[in-house]
Every structure is written in structure tokens, then in C-alpha cells.
């Protein structure tokens, strides 16, 4: 992963913005007790394994991006997971990275996964983080609030989800295992968006000294 220091001013103050709009949308769902899994969980009835949250995902036309809401993994502390994607010009859908939540709808990690996960059209890091930079869900359905936390997160994690694809890259240079049933995740990385903000803000400070 990508030290602080090793960006450039103009990177980090991109992901401080980025950041303080994730904080932003948090802030506005929270003072109504809502967050931004529940929105797209509203109304949708009972919670169900595997299931697409919104049904239909949610999708922008015009940017190519989408993602939808899902659990399926064990363990204690993930409640589901948002998958994301920019469909490409054959409206292939390539997926980007996945974003892990608690049960109290925050972010907790970040991983990517193997091909046959979600049935993507497979791209290298260097097509998918081009890709990454075009994600913009640029309407209010079904939670605006949601769609641009979601926008904002991968902006502010942006040079770490660029590291975590070209591992997965370096991991599945063997063509075969796309689709090998047993990697499903291939990197994982615990996040905590106070933190980075707070040493985002740290690192501006002390370049401008």
C-alpha cells in the first residue's frame, strides 16, 4: 500500500475533499437514525442471502457506473458488501472493488475478488483504474445520500484500491485461475475513514509549514 508521503499534495487534498463529503453524507443519514445501507434496504422486505439490493441494482447511463448491495461471507463483523463497476464500451460490466460494512452501515474494508465472483468482464489494473476514476452515480434513486458517499469513498481510498489491483493482477497472472471456485477474494484491507482523514489533514499540514 501507498504511503502518505508518497503522493503528491495535489492527490491528498483530493482525498481530504473526497473525504469530508463521505463524512458529510454520514452525518445527514445519521442525524434521521439512517445510514447509507439501510436506504437501499428500505422497503426491499426481508433481508436474504446472495440477494441484489436495490433488485435492479443501481445504475447511471450516462457515467456507466453501478454497484449494488449483497451479503454472502461468513464472520461476525461484516454485515454485506457493496459490489461496484463501470461497464466498458460494450456495456460489459468490470468490476472495480467491493466495499465491506458493519452492521451499523460503515465501512470497515476494501478487497477485490476473482473473476468469476461477479461475472465481470475481466480488465487489468491498469484499464480498471482508469475505469475507477469514471464511477459517478450522478442521481438521487434510490438514496443520493448513497450514491455519492460511494462515489466519494472511492475517491478518497483511490491510490490504495490502484495498489489493491495490480496485486490481484500479480496474484492471477496464471490465466487458469479465473476461475478457480476456491479464490474468490484475493486482497483485503481493513479500513477506517477517520483515520486516513486525520492523517490526510496531518500530511497537508505539515507540507505547507
Not at 479500513?191 to 486516513?196: H, S
Request: hydrophobic share 40%.
Amino acid at each position: 500500500m501507498p504511503s502518505l508521503a508518497s503522493l503528491s499534495i495535489g492527490d491528498r487534498r483530493n482525498m481530504l475533499a473526497a473525504g469530508i463529503e463521505v463524512l458529510e453524507c454520514q452525518r445527514v443519514l445519521a442525524k434521521a437514525g439512517l445510514n447509507v445501507v439501510g436506504q437501499l434496504l428500505r422497503g426491499q422486505g426481508e433481508f436474504v442471502e446472495m440477494n441484489h439490493y436495490p433488485t435492479d441494482d443501481v445504475y447511471d447511463p450516462e457515467t456507466k457506473s453501478q454497484y449494488y448491495y449483497h451479503a454472502h461471507r461468513d464472520g461476525d463483523a461484516e454485515h454485506g458488501h457493496f459490489h461496484t463497476f463501470v461497464r466498458n464500451e460494450s456495456n460489459q460490466t468490470c468490476h472495480l472493488v467491493a466495499i465491506s460494512m458493519d452492521e451499523w452501515g460503515y465501512p470497515i474494508a476494501l478487497f477485490t475478488t476473482n473473476r468469476w465472483v461477479t461475472d465481470e468482464h475481466w480488465v487489468p489494473a491498469s484499464v480498471s483504474k482508469v475505469l475507477l476514476d469514471q464511477f459517478d452515480i450522478d442521481h438521487a434513486a434510490p438514496c443520493w445520500a448513497t450514491n455519492r458517499w460511494i462515489g466519494a469513498l472511492l475517491k478518497l481510498y483511490r491510490p490504495f484500491i490502484g495498489a489493491l489491483l495490480e496485486r490481484r493482477d500479480l496474484i492471477l497472472e496464471s490465466a487458469d485461475l479465473l476461475e478457480d471456485r476456491s479464490l474468490d477474494v484475493i486482497g483485503n484491507l481493513p479500513i477506517d475513514v477517520d483515520d486516513l482523514i486525520a492523517g490526510l489533514g496531518r500530511s497537508l499540514q505539515t507540507d505547507t509549514l
